[in-house]
């Protein structure tokens, strides 16, 4: 029985026919159930034959009476250029074109005739290269695949059909089919895993094939559950997502399990990259560990403060929770816009209204010391001052930045208040000695940075 859920028996379809068993059998079968049908034939240009399977689909799509669309790209080119398996070059090649024909078409979906023998060896191959659950749940019947399309779902009616069943299915109705040599070369690793592996674990169970496919089945249902959870708990970390990163708040990570962290990295990663086929354990268990590392496919998470980003390499993440200051400003009483969000107060007051504060974004400065002579500037290479409670020594800012852990992409636009050319206030983090509040001050500077509404 096919896997239908889902399609709407008037919109069009487009399948994926390579001319094989399985596919005719799809092929046909939806036509003897009235679906509207489009035939989509990828020529992958790796064997002599190539051609004439082509021309052997459009034969069979125009007896059907059914259109027919095609396209060719040289596959072993685009894996060298790509750095992929020929195997990987062409499934990304061949759904490019599948699902852009679909889209051209407007067909409610792109069906393929992958079987439970495909099943069985997809679970397979996802355990020997150590993936998780969802790499184990194997395939589904329905799913959407965002790096090729957003909307139109890839779905896979015979996933409980066997091989065996497609070549029968084609024996009754007298359907003539191709048989791809290629299918029998072990240099690929499919073919390794049907041809040699497979055959040696059905000595221990015969009913190997099966057993994957129920195995896959199974873990289905467990990774709709997880998903659900995952799902729960990305509302909850999840600060803010832009062009090239996504921003976790880490208290609320350190409160759940390392699995559940390790599913949303997984999530993020292919929310970000969602042309990758799986994420490395080792690489989510790195990342789950909530400490700067990078977990391959081009992704790195970076620490700042109570935020973990997952970002791509190079892509700008947000500084807005930050002051930032490009241009030099002379200070004067009031308000004063710094850029990038944030703003500056300068208020001249009496010893009396001086208080101690807490707040790093707050600084009393003696006025005497200070008053006329304020600006505000970005951190230059070099900067050196003397800090609160250490008179007759100077220290690095850059030394200051990486003890203080200040993201290093910011440091170069860190605001610091000078008085002429020394160093009164590094903002938000220290004050300068020379320009403190003693016993013998008069009057007060009170400068507040703070972010505008």
């Known amino acids: 029985m096919l896997t239908l859920s889902g399609l709407e028996s008037g919109k069009i379809l487009a399948v994926g026919v390579s001319g094989g068993a399985d596919s005719l059998a799809l092929l046909h ?58 195997e990987e070059a062409a499934r990304e090649l061949r759904y490019r074109f599948l699902f852009r024909a679909a889209r051209k078409a407007g067909a409610q979906a792109v069906a393929t005739g992958h079987t439970a023998d495909d099943q069985a060896e997809t679970v397979l191959m996802h355990f020997l290269r150590g993936a998780g659950l969802s790499g184990l749940k194997g395939m589904t019947p329905r799913v959407l695949l965002p790096a090729f399309d957003a909307e139109i779902p890839l779905v896979r009616p015979l996933l409980s059909w066997a091989r065996a069943d497609t070549e029968n299915y084609c024996r009754e109705h007298e359907i003539a089919y191709l048989i791809d040599a290629s299918n029998a070369d072990t240099a690929y690793f499919r073919n390794r895993l049907r041809h040699e592996l497979l055959p040696e674990l059905k000595k221990y169970n015969p009913q190997i094939r099966q057993t994957l496919a129920k195995t896959a089945l199974a873990l289905q249902g467990d990774y709709e559950l997880l998903s659900d959870l995952v799902d729960s708990a990305w509302t909850k970390t999840v600060t803010a997502t832009g ?105 001249l007051l009496g010893i009396e209204h001086w208080q101690k504060t807490p707040d790093p974004w707050s600084a009393w400065l003696d006025a005497d010391l200070t008053e006329s002579r304020l600006r505000i500037r970005a951190f230059r290479s070099g900067d050196r001052f003397e800090q609160l409670g250490m008179r007759g020594q100077t220290v690095k800012l850059t030394d200051l930045f990486v003890n203080l852990k200040i993201p290093k992409r910011l440091r170069p636009k860190w605001p610091v208040v000078c008085v002429d050319d020394e160093i009164a206030w590094v903002t938000g983090l220290r004050l300068g000695h020379k320009f403190r509040v003693t016993e013998m001050t008069q009057r007060v500077v009170k ?7």
Request: proline letters at 6%; one cysteine or more.
């Open 29 to 86: 079968f939806l036509h003897g159930l009235n679906y509207p049908l489009l035939v989509c034939h990828f020529n992958h240009r790796l064997r002599p034959e190539a051609d004439s399977d082509q021309a052997f689909v459009r034969d069979f799509a125009a007896k059907l009476g059914l259109p027919f669309e095609t396209d060719s790209a040289d596959v072993a080119a685009h894996a060298a250029a790509a750095g992929l398996s020929v």
């Open 243 to 347: 062009s090239g990163f996504i921003a976790f708040e880490r208290t609320q990570l350190e409160g759940l399990s390392p699995a559940l962290r390790r599913n949303l990295f997984r999530k993020a990663a292919f929310t970000l990259k969602p042309g990758i086929r799986d994420v490395d354990f080792e690489a989510l268990e790195r990342a789950a560990a909530l400490k700067p590392v990078d977990i391959g496919a081009g992704l790195k998470t970076l620490l700042e403060g109570t935020t973990l980003y997952l970002a791509k390499n190079g892509s700008a993440l947000p500084n807005a929770d930050w002051p930032q200051i490009t241009a030099q400003i002379e200070i004067v009483p009031g308000q004063m816009e710094l850029g990038n969000g944030w703003q500056l107060d300068f208020e």
């Open 447 to 453: 400068l507040q940075i703070k972010r505008l509404p």
